[in-house]
């Protein structure tokens, strides 16, 4: 009987033995497989990373850089950049409304970036000059004349400024203004999508890499956010004044000026920019809430001189235009309420080109 239980004894034991190797080697081989596993989920996490980055380029323009996507052809010209694509595709170009031309080349993004050493006003009164219908029809004191569905105020991230609409049936540009300091204006050209495709879109849009109407404008606005390095990051908050038939409609009290607000780019020539506002007049919906200018067209602001809480206002002989005991109140009060909103101005004194006590704002 003590025989038998030793046998047994001496049986069980290497099977515990093997059982024991078994384990080890199969929590081995475990550990290695799981292993290989996290290893391969890090390795492939680092590689999706890195792709990601390898996927976006960027470009400097003056003091601005922008990020894009690298599918995106970069070419420097001289006073700008041009972002575009394009698909090797036979198709008809429709905007070619004389012989509507087989081309080879279906390009579905295309924008132009330039920066100009000129204010916004400046920028807008040189495109005048080259387009009398503009001119004619779109322009106020050198500032553009909101027409929706033609120039409409166009604000992206940090970029805020106009969008000019120019073509026929889905053929032409955006152009976009904004004015990133007082002396700098981000110029852009944008290509419609091209409604060239009408004829071979189904066949476009199933190529690889095709960039559609959507994704080209989401791209288009993800580099207008990715700009870093704006000089307009820093705004100020001012009043400008003007008369409203709304709140005063009898004109009872022609000297009464009502309040809005403008953000305007940090200046230390607050006071210059304050009037410069003021000339412009009131936005187009600031009219339809019965606002209405009282500076004259063609008025322009010669300078201020502050001294002694005591502004000093010089403008060119347009400011008298019309000037009648009513008018003259609105518009000398409009410029006053303007300055006197600042605390280093108690009293507004006006000159006409320089002559202190000028004929031209007597009634």
Do not use: W
């Not at 403008?262 to 006071?271: D, H, W």
């Amino acid at each position: 009987m003590i025989k038998n239980n030793l046998s047994q004894r001496g049986f069980i034991a290497p099977v515990l033995l093997v059982v024991i190797a078994l384990l080890l080697v199969g929590g081995g081989f475990y550990f290695y497989k799981n292993k290989k596993v996290v290893d391969s989920v890090i390795i492939n996490e680092v590689e999706e990373v890195n792709v990601q980055n390898k996927d976006i380029e960027s470009f400097k323009l003056g003091t601005l850089e922008f990020s894009y996507p690298n599918k995106l052809i970069l070419n420097k010209t001289l006073d700008g950049v041009v972002l575009s694509h394009l698909l090797y595709k036979e198709h008809v170009n429709s905007c070619d409304l004389k012989d509507g031309l087989t081309i080879n080349e279906a390009v579905d993004f295309n924008v132009t970036f330039k920066i100009f050493d000129q204010s916004m006003k400046d920028v807008v009164l040189d495109v005048a000059n080259e387009s009398s219908y503009i001119s004619k029809n779109f322009i106020k004191n050198g500032e553009f004349v909101i027409s929706e569905g033609f120039i409409d105020k166009y604000k992206i991230g940090l970029f805020d400024g106009y969008r000019i609409t120019s073509g026929v049936e889905g053929c032409g540009n955006y152009t976009y203004y904004f004015p990133i300091s007082a002396t700098k204006t981000l110029f852009i050209v944008r290509s419609f999508y091209l409604q060239t495709f009408q004829v071979n879109r189904n066949q476009l849009e199933k190529m690889p890499g095709f960039i559609s109407s959507t994704q080209e404008e989401q791209i288009f606005k993800d580099i207008l956010s990715s700009a870093v390095g704006l000089e307009q990051q820093k705004t100020l908050s001012i009043k400008v004044f003007f008369p409203n038939k709304i709140y005063n409609p009898e004109m009872l009290d022609c000297r009464i000026v009502y309040p809005v607000t403008r953000i305007i780019p940090q200046t230390q020539g607050v006071a210059s920019a304050a009037i410069s506002e003021l000339t412009k007049g009131p936005t187009s919906q600031e009219e339809k809430d019965g606002y209405f200018g009282a500076i004259p067209d063609g008025t322009k602001l010669n300078s201020i001189k502050i001294t002694d809480g005591v502004a000093l206002v010089d403008f060119n002989e347009r400011i008298g235009d019309g000037f009648t005991s009513c008018s003259g109140s609105m518009r000398l009060n409009a410029i006053s309420k303007t300055l006197l909103q600042f605390p280093t101005v108690k009293e507004v004194r006006y000159s006409v080109n320089g002559n202190a006590n000028p004929d031209e704002l007597q009634p």
